[in-house]
């Protein structure tokens, strides 16, 4: 996926609203950014996707999907070259999502592709209240996160728009195990 | 004529007709005189009596009125003998003389002049044209033109004694 | 050359160079040449009644404000797209990142 270095007016606008990010990515991904061919940082408060929504007139489901979270932050840098990233710049953000209310809903490592991907999910009295990713790949590191009540069940509402997979169900009964860890 | 115009706005059409009937001899004969080109010189004094159209409210009086329009003219002429220069157009030089006519020595004798006051360099030209055309004495032209009289005098006596010259030159020839 | 014939001289390229008439119709063709070009009398009679130029002067302001709503308006629009694109964009990495994840489980389970 080739995506474009975006140092965008939203960012600076969201700057401005001084958006709540509950997960902070660590300092050092700011210096790998540097190094990196194409790097994408978003961030959009609530009072931003609520204002987004207005424009989303295609999609009913997306829209209400985007105007129910708090918020959406997707960090990712793309490198030329493997080995640019340590698990040291990972690992803050492995630390925040330690919590009891994190639970891991797919946690699956591949020695042999060198990938690593980890789908959070966050539980608060039985309730989605937010889903984090976070993708370690040989020249691309990802962490999205989005805050809010977001459920598997959302998700599959938006079966096929933006590559969501059609067939990624995870009941919410098996959200509520403590694991489900895939690991090879 | 005084400028009957100021005070009431625009000038009307009429006014300004008697205005061009009362100066265009002046302003088309040092077109003339200056370039001996007589379309050249019309158009330059339409272009002049153009330009007095938008003025026309900003002057104050007839003396003023007149010396603006030497002033404009002129500054034409020097531009338009310039640009001819840089075209390369055939020079008054080059022209072949005027054949005599047997009839109007006169009229032969005025036009060869005219001929060799179009040679002569423009600053020179300017002062000739002034002093004979328009009647001014150095002094006037002086401040026509904005330079010293002394310069003026010595100029009107350079041209003169270069045409004197150039008019033998021609006789003899 | 005596004075005698310096003022000969003096005289005939007084009388070569006496005032000539332009051509004829001189006058019209200038006239004519004015006419496109006459400038508008400015200000127009009829802006003098107060009337009309309050009405002007509200038309004006109504243009003005209504030229400010609309580069607001237009404003706002572009600001709500980019935020769009931004959702879009989030949404997609998102997705392919989910798509990751779906291909790698998938490829455990046929194991």
Known sequence: MKRTLLSVSIVVAAAICAPAQTIKVPESWDKLAAKADDVVNVSLDKKMLQFASKFMEEDENEKHLVSKLNGIYVHSLEFKNEGEFTESDVDPIRTQLQGPEWIHIVDVHNKTERENVVIYLKMVNNQSLGMAILVEEPKELTFVHLDGPISPGDLSDLSGSFGIPKNLHVSEKETSKPKAEIKK | ?173 | MDHRQEDQFEYQLKSALHRQEPPNGFTVRVLARLEPARPEPWPQPWLHLPSLRWALACALGIAVFAGGWMFQQERRRAEGEAARQQVMLALRITGAKMQLAEARVRHLSER
């Open chain 2, 1 to 173: 004529m005084a400028l009957s115009t100021t005070a009431e706005g625009p000038t009307r059409t009429s006014d300004f007709a008697e205005l061009v009937e009362a100066h265009q001899a002046m302003v088309f004969s040092l077109a003339y005189h200056f370039l001996h080109d007589r379309t050249a010189a019309e158009e330059i004094a339409q272009d002049v009596f153009l330009e007095l159209h938008l003025h026309v409210n900003e002057l104050e009086s007839s003396e003023h009125l007149i010396s603006w329009l030497r002033r404009v003219a002129l500054n034409r002429c020097i531009d338009e003998g310039r640009r001819r220069k840089r075209r390369r157009e055939a020079q008054i030089e080059e022209l072949p003389e005027p054949i005599a006519p047997a009839a109007n020595v006169d009229q032969w004798t005025h036009e060869r002049l005219r001929r060799l006051v179009a040679t002569l360099p423009e600053h020179m030209r300017m002062v000739i044209v002034l002093r004979y055309q328009e009647d001014l004495d150095p002094e006037d032209i002086a401040a026509a033109l904005h330079i010293p009289v002394n310069t003026v005098k010595s100029q009107l006596q350079r041209a003169l004694q270069m045409l004197r010259e150039k008019a033998g030159a021609v006789k003899r020839t």
